[in-house]
């Protein structure tokens, strides 16, 4: 009896906790169900009623940003685009609120100079959090008016004749790197990791045009304080942050606990350090006779004191090094890669190169850039395998932007064009435009000069390689002068060879077309 008497009291509680529980239970369940109901008819809403409807794509990618998010994380994004736009044609629909486009005769539109076309909040996470103030430089800030601010004090020290008069320091760069492989790499039985090496050589090579001073990369012959293992993850967090820009300011500029890439330190420490340095006149490795960006970037403290301070001087010194070693080393080993898996593109560019070229010293520029089948390897790179292979986002203007087919894309909408996508477009470069041929670049048998003209003119409209318009990238030059430069001294000193002439190397096709491989053999040049 006791514990009948007793039973009912605990179960009376238990009942009641469960009646409770039910009830809220049911409560949450109900709060739950109205939520996703709710989600549910906003997505439905803005999905039926969304201007973009009328244009093909995945379905998903036409709900949610989570349908592109997740292209990002696979890491194979722009063969993925591109196999849509052969499924669905020159426009694509990759998100609620985008269009990808194929569409070479508008990159003059969407890419020019009138300040109207703006890039999209994808770019703003590539900022930084400086005195507690989100800091834009100039590929991030999206502002074009503060963009034309920011660009103005420097601008002209990317020019041909100021890149021009950083020779002697590439000099000093290849030399070494040359020197260096010869030491490590040259004797019989020894393989080199070239894709590697392109890569330290790259950021070598901005470390001496930029502050006179190496890294030290090719010297450990490894990236030793792990710099460029963190550029790569700040660019992939860029591309996936992209998608969703909000997520930023859950990630990275959470005050609280940040948790966006690791930043590169040791870039900004060796920024400072150097400026410092030049400022206090305690600056070893800086000869006047041979100008580097820094002293520039000095120069420039005086030319614009309303816009350039000591802590400008290092965002520009930062943006040469973050903006400019990847993108060229990518260029450097899809050459290799390229032109090593095909023998006879591999043998015109080395007769050609050995013509004209020494051995064992770096080529002069205007000698390397008097090459024409080099110029054609080198263009031909850029449309394969472009550095940047993913959307180039821009808001429509108010006005709206006319389509080849009639139709028009309201203003506040996002396009834009991928470099990887354009530059294979099968109605300018043919039907053989996926395939990698410098030879196209050439002049056709029987093709007259002025057809030869309209031809390349025509094409550079679909060579969105290094941008367009008021962001074209501001490197262009400098990167160009390095690829041209030492791709032809490799050339002429080495035989270089492909240690496995079948081998596939790894990519990561995400805002950088990344890669690693190209295992190469390199011996003394026998002929
Ligand atoms: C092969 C090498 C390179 C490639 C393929 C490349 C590609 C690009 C592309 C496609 C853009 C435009 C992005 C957009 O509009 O969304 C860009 C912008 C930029 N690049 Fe490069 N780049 C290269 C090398 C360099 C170098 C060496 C530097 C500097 C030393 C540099 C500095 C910049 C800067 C500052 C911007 C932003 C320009 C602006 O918005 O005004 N790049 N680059």
């Given at each position: ?13 238990w009942d009641l ?80 609120n985008l269009l ?174 150097n400026l410092t ?251």
């Amino acid at each position: 009896m006791a514990s009948a008497s007793q039973g009912p009291a605990w179960d009376w509680d238990w009942d009641l906790a469960v009646v409770i529980g039910g009830a809220q239970t049911h409560k949450l369940g109900a709060l739950v169900l109205a939520s996703a109901a709710a989600l549910f008819s906003w997505f439905f809403i803005s999905y039926q009623t969304s201007p973009l409807k009328r244009y093909p794509g995945p379905f998903l990618a036409g709900w949610t940003n989570l349908w592109r998010l997740w292209q990002v994380v696979r890491a194979d994004y722009g063969p993925t685009i591109k196999r849509l736009h052969e499924k669905y044609g020159p426009v694509v629909r990759i998100g609620p609120n985008l269009l990808d486009l194929d569409l070479p005769e508008l990159t003059r539109t969407i890419y020019n100079t009138d300040g109207k076309w703006v890039k999209s909040d994808f770019y703003k996470n590539s900022s930084s959090v400086i005195n507690g103030k989100i800091t834009y430089h100039m590929f991030s800030e999206t502002d074009n008016v503060e963009h034309a601010r920011m660009k103005r004090p420097v601008v002209r020290h990317y020019s041909v004749p100021s890149v021009l008069a950083t020779e002697p320091h590439m000099d000093k760069v290849i030399q070494e790197f040359i020197d260096l492989l010869q030491e490590r790499y040259a004797g019989p039985g020894k393989t080199c990791q070239f894709g590697d090496w392109l890569g330290y050589y790259a950021w070598d090579f901005l470390g001496i045009v930029t502050f006179s001073k190496k890294f030290g990369y090719m010297d450990k012959g490894a990236d030793f304080d792990g710099t460029l293992a963190i550029g790569d993850k700040s660019i992939d967090y860029l591309a996936l942050c992209g998608q969703m820009p909000w997520t930023d300011y859950w990630l990275d500029k959470n005050p609280v606990y940040p948790l966006g890439p690791p930043n590169i330190s040791n870039v900004t420490n060796i920024a400072v350090a150097n400026l410092t340095a030049r400022l206090t006149g305690t600056d070893k490795n800086f000869d006047p006779a041979k100008p580097d960006f820094l002293q520039y970037f000095i120069e420039s403290k005086s030319t614009h004191p309303d816009i350039v301070d000591d802590s400008a001087v290092v965002g520009y010194l930062l943006l040469n090094l973050i903006a400019g070693a990847d993108t060229t080393a990518i260029t450097m080993r899809a050459l290799f890669y390229y032109t090593l898996k095909n023998p006879r593109v591999w043998k015109k560019l080395q007769d050609e190169v050995r013509a004209h070229i020494a051995p064992g010293k770096p080529a002069p520029h205007a000698q390397a850039r008097a090459l024409p089948y080099l110029e054609a390897v080198v263009r031909e790179t850029l449309r394969y395998h472009p550095s940047v292979s993913m959307i180039m986002e821009r808001i429509v203007p108010a006005g709206g932007l006319a389509l080849p087919d009639g139709s028009v894309v309201p203003g506040g909408s996002h396009v834009g064009m991928n470099p990887y996508i354009v530059g294979r477009n099968k109605g300018i470069f043919g039907p053989d435009a996926d395939e990698f041929d410098p030879d196209r670049w050439l002049q056709r048998a029987g093709e007259s000069d002025e057809a030869l003209r309209d031809r390349m003119t025509l094409w550079n409209t679909a060579n969105l390689a290094f941008g367009a318009g008021s962001r074209i990238c501001l490197g262009r030059n400098l990167s160009q002068m390095e690829v041209y430069k030492v791709v032809p001294t490799l050339i002429a000193t080495f035989d270089i060879e492909l240690a496995d002439p079948n081998e596939v190397w790894w990519s990561s096709a995400r805002w950088f077309y990344r890669t690693k491989g190209v295992v190469c053999n390199l011996r003394p040049r026998r002929g």
